[in-house]
């Protein structure tokens, strides 16, 4: 699944393919927080130092762990919790 932890340095490789670095990236945007659309945010926030930008319920949710979530409760927790 994308999003996971473990996909973070695919990601990290597939910027510096394009040319870029990743200390490049100012802004992660994360579109909700669920474990394959946020789950390695915060690896790639502390490798990039880039500000981590969710809506105030997707924040919450990360700073969660994911857990509590409307739909799963807590059957996919995030790896890492959202640092505000």
Do not use: C
């Not at 100012?26 to 927080?33: G, I, K, M």
């Not at 809506?55 to 505000?84: V, Y």
């Amino acid at each position: 699944m994308r999003g996971l932890d473990e996909s973070a340095p695919q990601i990290k490789a597939n910027i510096e393919a394009a040319g870029f670095r990743l200390t490049d990236v100012r802004y992660l945007l994360n579109s909700h927080a669920r474990l394959d659309q946020a789950g390695g945010m915060a690896r790639l926030k502390a490798w990039s130092g880039a500000q981590l930008v969710a809506s105030q319920p997707n924040a919450d949710q990360m700073a969660r762990g994911g857990r509590e979530d409307f739909a799963l409760g807590d059957a996919l927790p995030l790896p890492a919790r959202h640092h505000r």
